[in-house]
T-cell receptor, first 113, second 113 residues
């Protein structure tokens, strides 16, 4: 069966510090991968998606970047965090082909102080 | 612009009641629609997935319907229980290689014992 792992679960970082959140998928190959952010009191916003290794598309201009060094690994990064980067970050995957839905990870709560 | 709206934003019901959550989308050319549940501070759990060719899907006490022509979906919860308390999110997937989901802002459900 397919599983998705996301870590860390919580993170408190000072303004200006770097960020690296990791997401891995098991039990499937060639997945589409996604990073979403959920800010307090707001809906889910798609940040990045990837349809293959090294292929990253950004949905909104921001202080963050994403990378996909391996087929089932998706990393969200920042060189210098801003207060506004605080939020709940969710990784998700969907099959490249077929009609199956999305599966989400358990999320990372990021607080920038 | 493709938008997804959920009403009501919040709902409080006594235990045992049947209830309906509503989701509407502006672009009816959907690929599929997915209902999720989110507990506080947690990731998203998929409840039901309805393909564009389907009218409804059922899982236990949950039933989701889809009316593409009117741009609407409903999630029916029978005999509600306190454990059903959570935020319910509707998400619409449109065609294309990226399989991006567009989320509604959710309905916060509280089932009172």
């Amino acid at each position: 069966s397919q599983t998705i792992h996301q870590w860390p679960a919580t993170l408190v970082q000072p303004v200006g510090s770097p960020l690296s959140l990791e997401c891995t998928v098991e039990g499937t190959s060639n997945p589409n991968l996604y990073w979403y952010r959920q800010a307090a009191g707001r809906g889910l916003q798609l940040l990045f998606y990837s349809v293959g290794i090294g292929q990253i598309s950004s949905e909104v201009p921001q202080n963050l970047s994403a990378s996909r060094p391996q087929d089932r690994q998706f990393i969200l990064s920042s060189k210098k965090l801003l207060l506004s980067d605080s939020g709940f970050y969710l990784c998700a995957w969907s099959p490249r082909q077929g009609a199956r839905g999305y599966t989400f990870g358990s999320g990372t709560r990021l607080t920038v102080v | 612009k493709q938008e997804v709206t959920q009403i009501p934003a919040a709902l409080s019901v006594p235990e045992g009641e049947n209830l309906v959550l509503n989701c509407s989308f502006t672009d009816s050319a959907i690929y599929n629609l997915q209902w999720f549940r989110q507990d506080p501070g947690k990731g998203l759990t998929s409840l039901l997935l309805i393909q564009s060719s389907q009218r409804e899907q059922t899982s236990g006490r949950l039933n989701a319907s889809l009316d593409k022509s009117s741009g609407r979906s409903t999630l029916y919860i029978a005999a509600s229980q306190p454990g059903d308390s959570a935020t319910y999110l509707c998400a619409v997937r449109y065609g294309g290689a990226t399989n991006k989901l567009i989320f509604g802002t959710g309905t916060l459900l509280a089932v009172q014992p």
